[in-house]
């Protein structure tokens, strides 16, 4: 479990690093995550270990969002002050991921189609 969740901080870290080294507008953990998934994608999956302590971190994954939780709490003043634009801002991304998760389905459906 140790050397699996080196492994994940590792690629982390790469992901830093290749940020900071380019200046991306793209978070670290992101290119890190890419880059595990090539990784993966080329070794043809992951080991048990790396399985395992994925599935672990997952089964936890709610703990992540009490720190967002109690931001929300702390600027509730704010947010009531701009409850406008935050309600379009998740009323419109909301149906933006919609409408692109839609468009994708469609070009994979046509490209299985081609291909059989």
Same mark, same amino acid.
């Given at each position: ?5 080196? *492994?994940? &901080? $590792? /690629?982390?870290? %790469? !992901?830093?690093?290749?940020? =900071? ?39 936890? *994954?709610? &703990? $992540? /969002?009490?720190? %967002? !939780?109690?931001?929300?709490? =702390? ?42």
């Amino acid at each position: 479990m140790l050397a699996a969740i080196t *492994l994940l &901080l $590792l /690629f982390q870290l %790469a !992901g830093e690093a290749i940020v =900071l080294f380019f200046a991306l507008p793209v978070p670290g953990p992101v290119i890190g995550m890419g880059l595990l998934f090539a990784a993966l994608a080329l070794r043809g999956g992951p080991s048990p270990a790396l399985r395992g302590t994925a599935q672990n971190l997952l089964q936890h *994954l709610s &703990l $992540l /969002f009490v720190p %967002a !939780g109690v931001g929300v709490m =702390l600027h509730a003043q704010r947010m009531a002050d701009e409850w406008l634009p935050i309600v379009v801002a998740l009323v419109a991304s909301t149906f933006l991921t919609i409408a692109v998760t839609a468009l994708v389905l469609r070009l994979l459906r046509v490209h299985e189609d081609e291909q059989t």
